[in-house]
């Protein structure tokens, strides 16, 4: 059986720096950030594509999802817009065979060093990851600002 390291990170197998957990969702920061904040949402229950869910919970991760940018916005992390993707299926360029929902925060001036590592990432280049203790802090600043959605 091959193992998912989302399906770890639902089970608490494996680390991840939280903003929010659910019944159905889980939110947390990406350790290879295009932009600093960049947040996954996914789905509790392991997926590859968007229409294997039902589609209460995709409806509750996109709902999940748009708390996610607004708690981002109000984190005073200089936020300024946001590109939010979601690639469904390893056709589409999927690296983690787990639905996850991408919420990258823009801040003005930064289009030339996110181009660089969006095209790294479409080449599978990731980098380094982002130092824990970064992460941490940033999601805790960023839960601060956190409500579920209706
Ligand atoms: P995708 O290319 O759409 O499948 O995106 C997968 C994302 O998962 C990438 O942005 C990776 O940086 C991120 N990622 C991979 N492993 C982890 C992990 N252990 N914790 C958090 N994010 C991860
Ligand atoms: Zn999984």
């Given amino acids: 059986m091959s ?3 989302f399906c770890d990170i639902v089970s608490g197998g494996a680390e991840a720096s939280l903003i929010h957990e659910d019944a159905y969702c889980s939110a947390f920061l990406d350790l290879y950030p295009i ?3 960049h947040a996954l949402v996914i789905p509790r229950r392991h997926a590859v594509h968007l229409h294997e869910l039902p589609q209460a919970e995709r409806d509750h991760l996109f709902a999940v999802g748009y708390q996610v940018l607004e708690a981002q916005r109000s984190a005073g992390i200089g936020w300024a817009g ?3 993707f979601l690639n469904d299926g390893p056709a589409s360029g999927q690296h983690v065979p ?3 929902l991408h919420l990258l925060p823009r801040r003005q001036g930064d289009g030339r060093r996110t181009l660089i590592r969006f095209l790294a990432r479409v080449a599978s280049l990731f980098g380094r990851p982002c130092p824990r203790s970064e992460l941490d802090e940033l999601a805790r600043r960023v839960r601060s600002g956190f ?3 209706d």
């Fill in 3 to 5: 193992r998912c390291i």
């Fill in 35 to 37: 932009t600093p904040g």
């Fill in 82 to 84: 946001a590109n939010l």
């Fill in 98 to 100: 787990h639905v996850h």
């Fill in 147 to 149: 409500s579920p959605p």
